[in-house]
């Protein structure tokens, strides 16, 4: 291989299909450029190769289902328990038996770009999915737990065909008819329920980047409903949209005063 420029190196590495005797040539070139590409080359593919052991990790709960004879593995997830302002929301999703998508984790530790190209990729794949949003007005009425039960019991039902094998992140739903595991940090442990988790999130923070429309003084497109300095402080100046939550406080505070 005839020495080549650090730009068609670069080009080389990225399209990462260099034969043994091209990687010799190389390895002994001194150019301080090359000798950079190269150790950055082996960084990404040492985190590459740790995203493919996660997410065979990850794949771990639905292995053991199919093992056991399950045929449809939903996981099961919502977003939106703490914020002072908008829905509950939850995602229900049966992926087919070799979904990939490497880099999928729990939605809170992925960029914003990354959640949506993802959630994308997951209902453009997925065998099922069905999303479930329950207003303020319910949460108010029925405490937040239930509502996020509500969320995932509606999730799930609207899955066709319906899972013969639920997993669930940290709650158990009493009287589904499927088998079902609840998974402490489900959403960083299964496949499955990560899935659901993007779309869960995506659902939601579309949701309040429209309301923030609506209400800019809250902020609801940077926040998504949770009490930051800027939301609490709109609600001293505003008071309180028919979107907040008049259980919570300090909103509850707000409307005695």
Not at 14 to 43: A, C, F, M, P
Not at 218 to 243: E, I, R, S
């Amino acid at each position: 291989m005839k020495k080549q420029s650090i730009a068609e190196i670069k080009q080389l590495l990225n399209e990462n299909n260099l034969t043994e005797e091209e990687w010799e040539v190389l390895i002994q070139d001194e150019r301080k450029g090359v000798q950079t590409l190269i150790q950055s080359y082996h960084r990404k593919q040492e985190r590459e190769n740790q995203l493919i052991q996660q997410f065979e990790s990850m794949q771990q709960y639905e292995k053991k289902a199919y093992a056991g004879g399950a045929e449809w593995i939903a996981g099961v997830d919502e977003v939106g328990r703490g914020p002072l302002a908008g829905p509950v929301v939850a995602a229900a999703v049966i992926l087919p038996e070799d979904f990939r998508l490497i880099g999928l984790n729990d939605s809170k530790k992925l960029k914003e770009n990354v959640r949506e190209e993802y959630s994308t990729y997951i209902m453009e794949h997925a065998l099922s999915y069905h999303i479930s949003f329950i207003d303020n007005q319910s949460i108010d009425a029925m405490n937040i737990y239930e509502a996020t039960k509500k969320a995932m019991y509606e999730a799930l039902a609207g899955l066709h065909p319906s899972p013969d094998h639920v997993l669930v992140d940290a709650v158990h739903l009493p009287g589904i008819k499927s088998s079902q595991e609840a998974i402490i940090k489900g959403d960083a442990s299964s496949v499955s329920i990560a899935a659901a988790s993007v779309l869960a999130k995506v659902a939601r923070d579309q949701f309040m980047k429209e309301l923030h429309q609506t209400y800019p003084v809250y902020q609801f497109d940077k926040n998504m409903g949770y009490g930051t300095k800027a939301h609490v402080d709109g609600l001293h100046q505003f008071g309180v949209t028919p979107y907040h939550r008049t259980t919570f406080a300090p909103i509850k505070t707000l409307l005695r005063g």
